[in-house]
């Protein structure tokens, strides 16, 4: 345990754990913790440990504890490896039986080394002129060894995660794959930091009091991790595990985005006729209903409940929960096809309004980073070149104040959260949109909202021909 540099008051102790699932929900204490951890980080490790080279920055966290006698202090870890090591002297360990892990991975490793080098030497062959039914006969082979490959590093994994168990309060142990089920774990499941400190603070007889997770060094390769800034904890790789190890402490529960109290008479009509219609969606309602059972009152649901004799999905796009702006819906469900095949065509022009939290540089451009979900934290996305999908917006600079830039964003593809992430994004416009609690460098106050409205939408009307342009100003 590693004593504050100043003693805690005892009123500072927190009476319950905050929940590491919200960014706002960062203790002070724990905030203290987390500072003079980034003070260290930058004097003793940033350098021999080379995290401001591209690529090598880590999230790291910090689990404030109680000893037995009472005093405080705090853990810290650091997220899978570093320098590829697993413990480094004055960290949290690991979360896996290593001499349960040990004799997987040794002759494991020498399996898939072995798997590799057959490859290369069966496509070696193919390259040197083979032809015919030699060629036919070793692209079945390749084809046979790589699906022999597959099979064998599922199992591989499998036995690798079985030995990850982890304890709660109540000394009770899951095994990771349990913890799953009947899902698979995903890849790296159980090396946070999270799991790793809250491990090691049962294995010591400490009591855990608050969790904190930043990052620190070069941005992560996605764009989406900057220094110094405090993050959620992943809900993909550690909603199931957090869950279980925080069981019998007195802990907040994670927060249920898009359940507030939305007005009745929300959303209000724009425009309407016998065929479609545009409504104003205000920030934190729902478009479509979520996956939990309170997360069905939305666009959708209070539509449906407006135009019962209506066909289709309704509503033929989406709008994210924290945007507010024009949605637009069909009453059939052939006005609603059409609709979406003028959106598929990119016929239908949409336009943004936003608040950037810092100041742009340049006055117009187009941004065109691939983006794909990213599949350990929904509803986040991600900037991968490789898997990403194409996703491009135009930007032009409408005002600007001291340490904020307005701008009117036109997205010409629909991918989720496009502008949010092309804001946010060191290659993009680099400057997230005020408000932002998923990519913003600071978490909103629950009073703020998400400085972006779709404020007009320009298409033609299926049935009529005619040109429908429709504008709602921003609100902000």
């Known amino acids: 345990m590693i004593p504050f540099a100043t003693?805690?008051?005892?009123?500072?102790?927190?009476?319950?754990?905050?929940?590491?699932?919200?960014?706002?929900?960062?203790?002070?204490?724990?905030?203290?913790?987390?500072?003079?951890?980034?003070?260290?980080?930058?004097?003793?490790y940033a350098t021999s440990w080379r995290l401001h080279d591209p690529g090598n920055g880590k999230m790291f966290g910090?689990?404030?504890?109680?000893?037995?006698?009472?005093?405080?202090?705090?853990?810290?870890?650091?997220?899978?490896?570093?320098?590829?090591?697993?413990?480094?002297?004055?960290?949290?360990?690991?979360?896996?039986?290593?001499?349960?892990?040990?004799?997987?991975?040794?002759?494991?490793e020498a399996e898939m080394l072995d798997f590799a080098a057959r490859r290369a030497a069966l496509v070696n062959r193919l390259s040197s002129g083979a032809h015919g039914t030699e060629?036919?006969?070793?692209?079945?082979?390749?084809?046979?060894?790589?699906?022999?490959?597959?099979?064998?590093?599922?199992?591989?994994?499998?036995?690798?995660?079985?030995s990850y168990r982890l304890a709660?309060?109540?000394?009770?142990?899951?095994?990771?794959?349990?913890?799953?089920?009947?899902?698979?774990?995903?890849?790296?499941?159980?090396?946070?930091?999270?799991?790793?400190?809250?491990?090691?603070?049962?294995?010591?007889g400490l009591t855990p009091l608050a969790l904190a997770e930043f990052w620190w060094g070069a941005p992560s390769s996605a764009g989406d991790r900057r220094e110094g800034v405090f993050y959620a904890a992943c809900r993909?790789?550690?909603l199931p595990i957090l869950t279980h190890m925080l069981e019998g402490l007195p802990a907040d529960p994670p927060?249920?985005?898009?359940?507030?109290?939305?007005?009745?008479?929300?959303?209000?009509?724009?425009?309407?006729?016998e065929h479609l219609l545009v409504v104003h969606k205000p920030s934190g309602m729902l478009t479509v209903p979520g996956r939990s059972a309170s997360l069905q009152d939305c666009v959708v649901s209070r539509l449906r409940a407006r135009y019962p004799n209506a066909t289709g999905p309704l509503v033929v796009h989406r709008l994210d929960m924290d945007t507010s702006g024009l949605v637009l819906a069909?009453?059939?469900?052939?006005?609603?096809?059409?609709?979406?095949?003028?959106?598929?065509?990119?016929?239908?022009?949409?336009?943004?309004?936003?608040?950037?939290?810092?100041?742009?540089?340049?006055?117009?451009?187009?941004?065109t980073l691939p983006l794909r979900p990213d599949i350990d934290d929904r509803p986040r996305n991600i900037h991968d070149p490789v898997h990403g999908k194409p996703a491009h917006t135009e930007w032009r600079v409408l005002a600007r104040m001291p340490g904020?830039?307005?701008?009117?964003?036109?997205?010409?593809?629909?991918?989720?959260?496009?502008?949010?992430?092309?804001?946010?994004?060191?290659?993009?416009?680099?400057?997230?949109?005020?408000?932002?609690?998923?990519?913003?460098?600071?978490?909103?106050d629950d009073d703020d909202r998400l400085l972006l409205h779709a404020e007009r939408l320009a298409f033609e009307h299926p049935v009529t021909g005619d040109r429908i342009v429709v504008e709602r100003p921003a609100p902000f």
């Open 7 to 44: 003693a805690p008051e005892s009123g500072e102790r927190p009476s319950r754990i905050p929940t590491p699932f919200d960014r706002k929900a960062v203790h002070p204490l724990a905030r203290r913790a987390a500072t003079e951890l980034m003070g260290e980080l930058q004097a003793r």
């Open 62 to 108: 910090v689990l404030v504890v109680a000893a037995p006698d009472g005093s405080l202090g705090y853990l810290r870890a650091f997220s899978g490896m570093m320098n590829g090591r697993w413990d480094v002297d004055g960290w949290a360990p690991p979360t896996f039986d290593r001499a349960q892990r040990d004799q997987v991975w040794g002759p494991g």
């Open 135 to 162: 060629t036919a006969r070793l692209t079945a082979a390749v084809r046979a060894l790589d699906e022999s490959r597959t099979a064998r590093s599922r199992t591989l994994m499998a036995q690798i995660q079985d």
């Open 168 to 204: 709660n309060a109540h000394g009770v142990l899951r095994g990771v794959r349990d913890l799953f089920a009947p899902a698979e774990p995903p890849a790296g499941a159980g090396d946070c930091a999270a799991p790793k400190l809250l491990a090691h603070a049962y294995r010591l």
């Open 236 to 238: 993909g790789k550690c």
């Open 255 to 273: 927060p249920l985005f898009g359940a507030a109290a939305i007005g009745a008479d929300q959303p209000r009509t724009v425009f309407e006729d």
């Open 330 to 367: 069909a009453k059939d469900l052939e006005v609603a096809k059409a609709l979406q095949r003028r959106f598929a065509l990119r016929e239908v022009q949409k336009h943004y309004v936003a608040w950037l939290d810092g100041e742009v540089a340049g006055e117009h451009g187009h941004i």
């Open 404 to 444: 904020r830039t307005r701008v009117l964003l036109t997205p010409h593809t629909g991918r989720s959260h496009q502008l949010r992430v092309h804001a946010a994004h060191p290659a993009g416009l680099n400057a997230p949109i005020v408000g932002d609690r998923l990519y913003g460098h600071t978490p909103p």
